[in-house]
């Protein structure tokens, strides 16, 4: 089993849809979740950390599940600048970041 | 102002040759990455410094060498280089441990032929 699992889609939705991304991770010691952003050819940038309560940063909604070793990203009113391979991140205390194969998104007009 | 910066850019070589990639961050950060991202995406953790010293080492050929020679640079050096070497290394920082915001380079892609 894969530690990170990501659908990797292509999801293909219009400006303005919600859309969700999912994925679950095998180690039950994981402490930090995080989604990244990865344009095409570009390096990865945080998009926002996930803390246990779930937590929003303007239009994205981000929910850790601990007992289902779970983690969600909702895009709401998505822009076409969304447009991004997006990277769920996990980390144990002292090992580096276990990075998830990634979803790509594209939003068309 | 580049927080992490690589050079080269671009790199294309023969197999067998010794290459070297350099990294250099000015956010103060104490702990320095290489990431290896393939032909696949998949982008995995290959070594990790805190200040100047080795904490973590994956299962990397002994022919990837980090060198960590302060804080603020940590250089990979690859020795006969090989086909398979063909990828996209970024290079990365944070300011303490990795639950710490990570900040890329730009990445380095480096073709073998």
């Known amino acids: 089993r894969k530690e990170v699992e990501q659908d990797p889609g292509p999801f293909n939705v219009p400006e303005g849809a919600t859309v969700a991304f999912n994925c679950t991770y095998s180690?039950?010691?994981?402490?930090?979740f995080f989604w990244y952003r990865q344009d095409c050819r570009k390096e990865p940038k945080l998009l926002m950390s996930?803390?246990?309560s779930g937590n929003e940063d303007g239009r994205f909604t981000a929910q850790l599940n601990r007992a289902s070793q779970y983690i969600s990203l909702l895009i709401r009113d998505s822009k076409l600048s969304d447009s991004a391979t997006y990277l769920c991140?996990?980390?144990?205390?002292?090992?580096?970041?276990?990075f998830g194969k990634g979803t790509t998104l594209s939003v068309s007009s | 102002d580049t927080a992490v910066s690589q050079t080269p850019k671009y790199l294309v070589t023969q197999m067998g040759n010794d290459k070297s990639i350099k990294c250099e961050q000015n956010?103060?950060?104490?702990?320095m990455y290489w990431y290896k991202q393939d032909s696949k995406k998949f982008l995995k953790i290959m070594f990790s410094?805190?200040?100047?010293?080795?904490?973590i080492n994956e299962t990397v050929p002994n022919r990837f060498s980090p060198k960590s020679p302060d804080k603020a640079h940590l250089n990979l050096h690859i020795n006969s280089l090989e086909l398979g070497d063909s990828a996209v290394y970024f290079c990365?920082?944070?300011?303490?441990?990795?639950?710490?915001?990570?900040?890329f380079g730009p990445g380095t892609r480096l073709l073998v032929l």
């Open positions: 990365a920082s944070s300011q303490a441990g990795a639950e710490e915001t990570q900040y």
């Open positions: 180690n039950s010691a994981s402490q930090s």
């Open positions: 996930v803390y246990s």
């Open positions: 991140v996990v980390n144990q205390a002292g090992t580096a970041l276990i």
């Open positions: 956010l103060g950060h104490d702990t």
């Open positions: 410094y805190n200040n100047k010293e080795l904490i």
